[in-house]
């Protein structure tokens, strides 16, 4: 961006008044343009940016889901939630086997 020019009257003030119009108006439109384009591809950007399949246009080594898999907090997260599950599914298999084969003992006396 140009510097600030000196103002010494009302003629170089409105020259400068002009110019940094005409700076504002074409950053505006700028960025018309960059939303625009933005909400035009907003979604293909997302998709490319988790699911990218050319592994030449990553950046970085790894791809977002492989950091995310490795990451020790999610693991340990998702090692708790299967190891409750786990527990829950063998509480109620115990109690379905109780309750099976307690009446089948009960009907055979």
Do not use: P, V
Not at 6 to 16: R, V
Not at 36 to 47: A, P, R, V
Not at 66 to 82: A, H, P, Q, Y
């Amino acid at each position: 961006m140009k510097e600030k020019r000196n103002i010494h009257n009302l003629g170089t003030l409105d020259g400068e008044i002009y110019r940094l119009k005409l700076a504002a108006k074409n950053i505006e439109e700028r960025l018309d343009k960059n939303l625009d384009y933005l909400q035009e591809n907003y979604w293909t950007m997302t998709m490319n940016s988790f699911f990218c399949k050319d592994k030449s246009k990553r950046n970085g080594e790894h791809s977002f889901w492989e950091n995310f898999l490795k990451n020790d907090d999610f693991n340990t997260t998702i090692n708790k939630i299967g190891g409750n599950i786990a527990d829950k599914a063998s509480e109620g298999l115990h109690k379905w086997m109780n309750n099976f084969f307690g009446k089948r003992n009960h009907f055979s006396r």
